[in-house]
């Protein structure tokens, strides 16, 4: 590994590039990392082809804050020469984020002067989707239009899913009528939009469009239909594409499986949901927190924790946020303070605590165990808060009888500058009605009726 100070000789620099070629086959991470140590520790000065390579072995490794801070390192006019490395880092970016990341490449690769080809504007309109940057992306199809790329099936897919995904479904069903060639990548992402949006029966009808012009439905296809199916109840419908998957054999897909899990755990039939479940041979966690969130929504909570523990004892299967916190409701459910304790325990440990939705589920089980204390103190250290948050506590004292503290959450939730939903005024009531607080109650039910929670029964049987 001797090389003089100072720039690498062309020797030395094919050495390191078939080093760092041999560290991504080998998927030896560590190995890069030496390698660019040993240059900063001796004061190397990198050739851009070098700088190149060990951004995409980064890259390749999912390190985009290392492969960023490289990337910035070469050299002008090297990188703005390189559309595919810009191409790879805003993708990479797109798909793993921060998406932010990936629009700020995009919009520094425009300001420095570098012309973007066919395969970037896809990239860049996934992560318009992925923050809700209807603005951005719309610029992006303006350009596209001047470009006369816009009748290119890859741009066409990439815009007809962006569309579809921020909720513009009209203006999606716009570029996917006008492209010239429709693949099944094309339906899939009109179907999955409104799939997203729960307009089942829209869903539905794009798919029998799609097999009118002799196109079958792939796996994509049927995860992206089955939460529309669930959303929906529609049992038998959700037969018979359960059916359709067994024939084509793509219910042994874990993705596939999962969904079904799901699907049949909203339509209520807790026996299909675990039949389902049981016949998934490679189960990810997603799976788990699936049949778990079932068990707990349909209040079994004690086949909950039995499903935990295998998870997290038999599978060793990397828990989630989501599985942490669905598992946290059931405790809630049953007053479990002692598992509670355990599980948040474990959240911190995993560095999970500071997730929302871990805290919100923390602040209901103890406020329904009546442990006040420990109900502020998580509240107290929560770095973000938001409706869900105050609601937890408001309900949790009210049915604990702590009325008093759970009508000054609500004060201090106004005070704060969160809006109350119904689920707040749900809890809201109750306080009011055990301290007597007639007038604060008719505020709130003028403030129900402008809001139009109203129409909730919950709110009117309160009421």
């Keep these: 590994m001797a090389a003089a100070a100072g720039r690498t000789s062309v020797t030395t620099t094919t050495f390191y590039l078939q080093f760092f070629e041999n560290s991504i086959k080998s998927r030896s991470l560590a190995n890069a990392k030496a390698i660019h140590q040993h240059f900063l520790k001796n004061n190397y000065e990198f050739s851009p082809i070098v700088l190149d390579k060990l951004t995409r072995v980064y890259i ?40 932010d990341h990936a629009i700020d490449l995009y919009i520094k690769m425009i300001q420095s ?96 469009e799609m097999q009118e012009v002799r196109l079958s439905p792939n796996s994509s296809t049927i995860v992206a239909i089955l939460p529309a199916i669930g959303e929906a109840t529609d049992l038998m419908q959700g037969k018979t594409v359960h059916g359709f998957c067994v024939r084509r054999n793509f219910h042994n897909n874990v993705v596939v499986g999962t969904g079904l899990l799901d699907m049949y755990a909203k339509c209520e039939h807790l026996n299909y949901t675990r039949r389902v479940f049981n016949t998934i041979t490679v189960k990810n966690e997603v799976t788990w927190s699936a049949i778990i969130s079932a068990y707990v929504t349909k209040d079994s909570s004690m086949e909950a924790f039995e499903l935990f523990n295998l998870a997290m004892v038999k599978n060793r299967t990397n828990i989630s946020p989501v599985t942490l916190s669905t598992i946290l409701r059931a405790c809630a459910n049953l007053t479990n303070i002692n598992t509670g304790r355990c599980i948040h325990n474990y959240s911190i440990k995993s560095g999970f605590i500071s997730h929302l939705t871990i805290n919100n589920t923390l602040l209901s089980l103890y406020s329904k165990c009546g442990i006040i204390k420990d109900t502020m103190r998580v509240f107290n250290e929560m770095e973000f808060k938001d409706t869900v948050s105050f609601n937890s506590i408001i309900s949790g004292c009210v049915q604990n009888g702590n009325a008093e503290i759970a009508f000054n959450m609500f004060q201090k939730m106004k005070l704060l500058g969160f809006k109350p939903d119904v689920e707040t005024m749900i809890g809201f009531f109750p306080a009011c009605s055990h301290l007597g607080a007639l007038k604060h109650g008719a505020c709130g039910h003028s403030y129900s009726v402008t809001q139009e929670f109203i129409k909730s029964i919950k709110v009117c049987v309160l009421l």
């Design 60 to 99: 390749s490794f999912h390190k985009l804050q290392l492969a960023h801070r490289v990337f910035d390192q070469i050299p002008y006019p090297e990188r703005n020469n390189n559309v595919l490395l810009w191409n790879q880092l805003i993708r990479a970016y797109a798909w793993e984020g921060p998406f």
């Design 113 to 208: 002067g570098v012309t973007p080809n066919k395969y970037t504007y896809p990239f860049a309109l996934k992560a318009c989707s992925a923050i809700q940057d209807v603005e951005l992306g719309k610029m992006i199809h303006d350009h596209l239009k001047t470009e006369f790329l816009d009748d290119d099936v890859y741009i066409c897919t990439a815009l007809v899913d962006f569309y579809a995904k921020c909720g513009l479904l009209d203006d999606a069903r716009k570029v996917f009528d006008k492209m010239p060639n429709r693949d099944l990548v094309a339906w899939n992402a009109m179907i999955a939009g409104s799939s997203l949006h729960g307009m089942y029966h829209k869903t539905m009808r794009l798919v029998k």
